[in-house]
Nanobody, 121 residues
Framework: QAQLVESGGGLVQAGGSLRLSCAAS????????MGWFRQAPGEEREFVAA????????YYTDSVKGRFTISRDNVKNTVYLQMNSLKTEDTAVYYC??????????????WGQGIQVTVSS
């Protein structure tokens, strides 16, 4: 059974940093693209960032470009989201995802349970 478990969330002041981690198990995740989505209260779930299987290609939503960095360690089966210069509008539940392809195509097949990130002013 494929499983994605997020960690590293919490409460931080605006301007601060957090690093989310996602530990993957039950599947050879090293061969698949991974990503992060988020959902703020009363909002639809939105794409944040994604990385291909090898880590050579990354994509970000415009609102986080220059502030967030996605990376992966295929030996540890872990994907990371480094979040710097956090803003109150980054407050959301963040979800780790795994795509069905080595490239970032379509909708992710696997989703973690999500982790809360709260940015205070």
């Amino acid at each position: 059974q494929a499983q994605l478990v997020e960690s590293g969330g919490g409460l931080v002041q605006a301007g601060g940093s957090l690093r989310l981690s996602c530990a993957a198990s039950g599947r050879a995740f090293s061969g698949y693209a991974m990503g992060w989505f988020r959902q703020a209260p009363g909002e639809e779930r939105e794409f944040v960032a994604a990385i291909n299987w090898s880590g050579t290609s990354t994509y970000y939503t415009d609102s986080v470009k220059g502030r967030f960095t996605i990376s992966r360690d295929n030996v540890k089966n872990t994907v990371y989201l480094q979040m710097n210069s956090l803003k109150t509008e980054d407050t959301a539940v963040y979800y780790c995802t795994c795509y069905s392809d080595y490239q970032i195509v379509g909708v992710p097949r696997y989703w973690g349970q999500g982790i809360q990130v709260t940015v205070s002013s």
